[in-house]
């Protein structure tokens, strides 16, 4: 299995804040890596697909980059709801789905 | 606007079979483009992905619950289910349905169900 690495795994910042979430592929999933965000009690919801494709309605704050193993997701400029946990997940190996373990953002 | 919604026991006793369905209402589960997925989620082993299948009945399966597992769809229904067999208390989890295109890396989950918790318990 691909294994999803994500860090740091809590991250505590202010609102205004520009911040970077990194996830590591275990090989090469070229740009195949999705981002989303779930708050507690909800389903995940996309964000990010293809590394740097911004889902329809997503604000324009988030962002994505990264190819190969190594890729961020970038808030530029944090807002109240956005502190809520956030994952990585590889579609390169369509036999087995990976997600990373998760990043709790946490108003400092 | 496409919606999940995952239905079926909130409690199951050990040893017994999971059973869960996922009703798609506002689009076609029959179109061609598309996957439908399960997941679950549980505190000690985060998300994970455990099978998905279109509705031509094709399918694939997370290797680790493969020889437990069986999804199955009903167009005529807009629906596909779940069974997880011999359950045990490391099936607890928050269990998830949800959309995706398939192939090519193209394998993004949306929409998803607001998900169900089911406890094994005896």
């Known amino acids: 299995d691909i294994q999803m690495t994500q860090s740091p795994s809590s991250l505590s910042a202010s609102v205004g804040d520009r911040v970077t979430i990194s996830c590591r592929a275990s090989?090469?999933?070229?740009?195949?890596l999705n981002w989303y965000q779930q708050r507690p009690g909800k389903a995940p919801k996309l964000l990010i697909y293809?590394?740097?494709n911004l889902r329809s309605g997503v604000p324009s704050r988030f962002s994505g980059s990264g190819s190969g193993t190594d890729f961020t997701l970038t808030i530029s400029s944090l807002q109240p709801e956005d502190f809520v946990t956030y994952y990585c997940q590889q579609s390169y190996s369509t036999l087995m789905y990976t997600f990373g373990q998760g990043t709790k953002l946490e108003i400092k | 606007q496409l919606q999940l919604q995952e239905s079926g026991p909130g409690l199951v006793k050990p040893s017994e079979t999971l059973s869960l369905t996922c009703t798609v209402s506002?689009?076609?589960?029959?179109?061609?483009?598309?996957?439908w997925g399960w997941f679950r989620q549980s505190p000690g082993k985060g998300l994970e992905w455990i099978g998905s299948?279109?509705?031509?009945?094709?399918?694939y399966y997370n290797p680790s619950l493969k020889s437990r597992l069986t999804v199955s769809v009903d167009t005529s229904k807009n629906q596909f289910s779940l069974k997880l067999n011999s359950v045990t208390a490391a099936d607890t989890a928050v269990y998830y349905c949800?959309?995706?295109?398939?192939?090519?890396?193209?394998?993004?989950?949306?929409?998803w169900g607001q998900g169900t918790l089911v406890i094994v318990t005896s």
């Open positions: 506002g689009g076609s589960i029959s179109s061609s483009s598309y996957y």
């Open positions: 090989q090469s999933i070229s740009s195949n």
């Open positions: 299948i279109h509705y031509s009945g094709s399918t």
């Open positions: 949800a959309r995706h295109p398939h192939g090519s890396g193209r394998d993004w989950f949306d929409p």
């Open positions: 293809a590394a740097s």
